[in-house]
Nanobody, 127 residues
Framework: QVQLVESGGGLVQAGGSLRLSCAASGRSFSSYATGWFRQAPGKERKCVAALSWSGGTTYYADSVKGRFTISRDNAKNTVYLQMNSLKPEDTAVYYC????????????????????WGQGTQVTVSS
């Protein structure tokens, strides 16, 4: 198992950029599929990006496609979410999630299929 801690959130104006980091601690992180979720006030938690542990397969929600990029650095036990061209509707608490899997190209956008979660980091985009 792993423990996840998000960082990098903050307040930015529309059109700006932020890079979120999710640092993992534990014995192993290399065989975990990872994802980024967000939850806005009054709404359910939804996946915005996901990445298999091989790095060969990705998922992006239509609302962020072309603006957000998920990546990972196994040497640093860290997964990233680069967010560009931010919009006010991107305002939410962002969570990192991980799932242990032997399948190198497995990924999922379902929150029910993830085993571990970080505490979240606030992203606020002003107009």
């Amino acid at each position: 198992q792993v423990q996840l801690v998000e960082s990098g959130g903050g307040l930015v104006q529309a059109g700006g950029s932020l890079r979120l980091s999710c640092a993992a601690s534990g014995r192993s992180f290399s065989s975990y599929a990872t994802g980024w979720f967000r939850q806005a006030p009054g709404k359910e938690r939804k996946c915005v990006a996901a990445l298999s542990w091989s790095g060969g397969t990705t998922y992006y929600a239509d609302s962020v496609k072309g603006r957000f990029t998920i990546s990972r650095d196994n040497a640093k036990n860290t997964v990233y979410l680069q967010m560009n061209s931010l919009k006010p509707e991107d305002t939410a608490v962002y969570y990192c999630a991980a799932r242990d899997t032997p399948m190198a190209y497995y990924y999922t956008s379902s929150p029910y299929e993830y085993d571990y979660w970080g505490q979240g980091t606030q992203v606020t985009v002003s107009s």
